[in-house]
């Protein structure tokens, strides 16, 4: 298994721009969700999903969307890239809901906006 | 919604030597707690976890104490080794629906440095 892939790495994006990053993971789980990472800010919870065709919002969802059309893939959309946004985006996913044990993160993608 | 805070945000000491690691939660419905340990440049990866329903939990060097009258709980690393050098994380999660904890709320951070 390759567990959760995310791509791409690292991004450079200008202001204004959108972009999509992809997260796929091959362990069957119903729940995905999107952190950002700042320093001295932990990790923050952008939005999450239970299940295909189920998506909530987290902690600081403006200015991404998302969908879950599979039970695999859960993409974050950046719909027009602000400064604010440069972080380490991870995904992470695990079966039925955090309670359930743990939640298997990506390597994470660098994203910088100009 | 929950408010996790985690103190000290760095922490230094000899190898050998006992860390610890302190959270407090605001929400008194959350009921699960785990500990993630982020090397650099890594992904985080969770060590060790506790639910409401238990006081404590060891697994071999690693022990995680909760208070719940108090809303804190603690991190508890013996004989500290210089693979144990990381950022770790505690975090909260509160149940939103049937289907279980979706929400997990993470503390800021504690960089942990072992001094050879």
């Known amino acids: 298994n390759a567990g959760v892939t995310q791509t791409p790495k690292f991004q450079v994006l200008k202001t204004g721009q959108s972009m999509t990053l992809q997260c796929a993971q091959d362990?069957?789980?119903?729940?995905m969700s999107w952190y950002r990472q700042d320093p001295g800010m932990g990790l923050r919870l952008i939005h999450y999903s239970v299940g295909a065709g189920i998506t909530d919002q987290g902690e600081v969802p403006n200015g991404y969307n998302v969908s879950r059309s599979t039970t695999e893939d859960f993409p974050l959309r950046l719909l027009s890239a602000a400064p604010s946004q440069t972080s380490v985006y991870f995904c992470?996913?695990?079966?039925?809901?955090?309670?359930?044990?743990?939640?298997?993160f990506g390597e994470g993608s660098r994203l910088t906006v100009l | 919604g929950e408010n996790v805070e985690q103190h000290p945000s760095t922490l230094s000491v000899q190898e050998g030597d006992s860390a610890v690691i302190k959270c407090t939660y605001s929400d008194s419905a959350s009921n699960y707690f785990p500990w993630y340990k982020q090397e650099l440049g890594k992904r985080p990866q969770l060590i060790i976890d506790i639910r409401s329903n238990v006081g404590e939990k060891k697994d071999q060097r690693i022990a995680v104490t909760l208070n719940k009258t108090a809303k804190h709980f603690s991190l508890h690393i013996t004989e500290t080794q210089p693979e144990d050098s990381a950022v770790y994380f505690c975090a909260a999660s509160i149940k939103v629906t049937d289907f279980g904890n979706e929400k997990l709320t993470f503390g800021t951070g504690t960089r942990l440095t072992i001094i050879p």
């Open positions: 362990m069957n789980h119903e729940y």
């Open positions: 992470a996913s695990s079966f039925w809901g955090a309670d359930t044990g743990e939640l298997f």
